[in-house]
């Protein structure tokens, strides 16, 4: 059964740091392309990072370019999002998700996390 527990979130003042992981289980996590997903209240899930089996290939979503950073580690089986000088805007639940490649639809990918809240005050 593959599962994908998320970690790290938490409130944060405009301007601060957070880093999300996201553990994966139940199937070998290197043959798997990650991405992290938002959702705000009263909107969609919106692709923000995705990382290649290898991590030899990101893709970001242009509002996060250049303050976040998605990582993995294969041995670890764990991917990371590293988000610094958060805004308000960026306050959501956040989720990460497996898929056979490095795609940016929600409906690319198989399993999911439970979520995560990250909440920036201004």
């Known amino acids: 059964q593959v599962q994908l527990v998320e970690s790290g979130g938490g409130l944060v003042q405009a301007g601060g740091s957070l880093r999300l992981s996201c553990a994966a289980s139940g199937r070998t996590f290197s043959n798997y392309a990650m991405g992290w997903f938002r959702q705000a209240p009263g909107k969609e899930r919106a692709f923000v990072a995705g990382?290649?089996?290898?991590?030899?290939?990101?893709n970001y979503a242009d509002s996060v370019k250049g303050r976040f950073t998605i990582s993995r580690d294969n041995a670890k089986n764990t991917v990371y999002l590293q988000m610094n000088s958060l805004k308000p805007e960026d306050t959501a639940v956040y989720y990460c998700?497996?898929?056979?490649?490095?795609?940016?639809?929600?409906?690319?990918?198989?399993?999911w996390g439970q979520g995560t809240q990250v909440t920036v005050s201004s």
């Open positions: 990382i290649s089996r290898s991590g030899g290939s990101t």
């Open positions: 998700a497996s898929n056979r490649a490095l795609q940016t639809k929600p409906s690319s990918y198989d399993y």
